[in-house]
């Protein structure tokens, strides 16, 4: 007896899910009812937010725009649903959303703020989303400077003159490292630099303002708070702390012994102070060891502060992903002949730093958060404005109305970095 086989020889086509798998009743039983434990907890947490909203929506829906003090607030509310109503005070928003969002920024220089906001989209936008023309990275290379005048204000000659001596510096650093070394360069180039921004600008920039004069007026330091505040620490702080993370972490790993010790000193001081001491540092003690006389920016100082702060937990996130790496991907370097920096640039880091965007972004959304902290040393962010708001006589006893636009602002901020996380993630993914 014989007996043949059947082997196919052509794939089965692809055909549609089931109907009741397609559907939100498929849908509903895949995702929140697919067992019995599974049930009892959606319809647990169904309850719960039934029972947040039940309580939440009825005070905020009942609720006056039009007054002018909480007690005010109270009557119309009263007048409108009953004595014993109550609801949310949101004319305390639209009275004072100017200052939560502003500070003290002088009300006819408003655009100020707004055009730097605008121009910091365009200057991240080729450094997040690869589509962008490259050649917009100069003017991400410029936006810090222009961001600070438009903000501050005073002579545009000192911009000009400090984007001119590092467009020079970086002239002069691909002349001399190919003649002296990488390292001699970058050190006479960081002593030039430096001493052409503390000794030469200031006396030129005076002499051609007075021939040219071209300039903001000048906002003080003191006028800034509220959510400007926040976004310019937050941001600045994120933008500038990636590439020293990286730095000390590299340092930490160098078998240099000297580097490998600072590197590892710097990060675990940093890991073991509390920010908000550092930030009474800068607040107070910094000004003890500057030279008589000179002076500080309270923000710039707080802005440094913040930078570092953030860069030593950069490291360590990034330290995971380069641990996280095999030894044969810097093998591989070696084996293609590229000498260290070639070798990070090009192999190493670049798959470290998609290993470590979750821990990054995570850093970066409990920075941006942090930076509420200044209103301890005296720097009005929206939390510190609201505690100001809320000693007014008029508007004294409102909280949960200041808080929750608060909330819902830097919700939208670290929400977009969020979402942009989970971008770049997909979008990155090579596979397994």
Not at 45 to 68: D, G
Not at 148 to 170: D, E, K, N, Q
Not at 242 to 252: D, E, F, H, K, S
Not at 313 to 342: C, H, M, N, S, T
């Amino acid at each position: 007896m014989e007996s043949t086989g059947f082997v196919r020889t052509t794939m089965v086509p692809a055909v549609a899910p089931p109907i009741s798998e397609r559907t939100v009743v498929g849908w509903l039983r895949t995702n929140l009812f697919s067992s019995r434990l599974n049930s009892a907890l959606t319809v647990l947490f169904l309850a719960l937010i039934a029972y947040v909203l039940w309580q939440f929506l009825p005070w905020a829906i009942r609720s006056s725009w039009t007054a002018n003090s909480l007690d005010e607030c109270r009557a119309s509310i009263k007048a409108a649903y009953g004595e014993h109503a109550s609801g949310a005070c949101w004319a305390v928003i639209r009275e004072r959303y100017l200052q939560l969002i502003y500070g003290f920024y002088p009300a006819e220089y408003y655009w100020r703020p707004n055009l730097t906001f605008v121009l910091m989209l365009i200057a991240l936008a080729p450094i997040l989303f690869p589509r962008v023309p490259r050649k917009l990275l100069i003017f991400s290379g410029i936006y810090p400077f222009l961001g600070y005048w438009l903000l501050w204000g005073g002579s545009i000659w000192g911009v000009v003159l400090v984007v001119g001596g590092l467009a020079a510096a970086y002239f002069l650093l691909t002349v001399l490292s190919e003649r002296y070394g990488l390292l001699v360069a970058v050190t006479s180039i960081v002593v030039g630099t430096i001493l052409w921004w503390m000794v030469a600008v200031a006396p030129l920039q005076g002499v051609l303002h007075s021939v040219i004069p071209l300039g903001l007026p000048a906002v003080a330091s003191n006028q800034f708070g509220g959510f400007t505040l926040s976004t310019i620490i937050g941001v600045t702080g994120i933008v500038a702390s990636l590439p020293l993370g990286i730095v000390w972490a590299l340092g930490r790993r160098s078998d240099m012994v000297i580097v490998r010790a600072i590197s590892v000193g710097f990060i675990e001081f940093i890991r073991g102070v509390p920010l908000i001491t550092l930030l009474f540092v800068a607040s107070t003690l910094l000004n003890i060891f500057l030279p008589p006389g000179t002076s500080f920016d309270i923000v710039l100082r707080v802005v440094i502060v913040v930078t570092l702060f953030s860069s030593g937990y950069v490291a360590e996130v990034i330290r995971g992903g380069l641990a996280a790496l095999p030894a044969g991907q810097f093998e591989a370097g070696a084996a293609l002949g590229l000498d260290y920096w070639k070798s990070m640039r090009l192999i190493i880091l670049p798959q470290a730093l998609k290993i470590s965007i979750p821990g990054i972004v995570s850093s970066f959304i409990g920075l941006f958060k942090d930076t509420t902290l200044v209103s301890i040393i005296g720097l009005l962010d929206p939390l510190g404005l609201s505690n100001a708001i809320r000693a007014d006589s008029s508007w004294n006893g409102i909280v949960w109305e200041l808080y929750a636009f608060i909330a819902v602002l830097f919700f939208i901020f670290c929400f977009a970095m969020s979402r942009y996380s989970m971008h770049l993630e997909k979008r990155l993914e090579t596979g397994h």
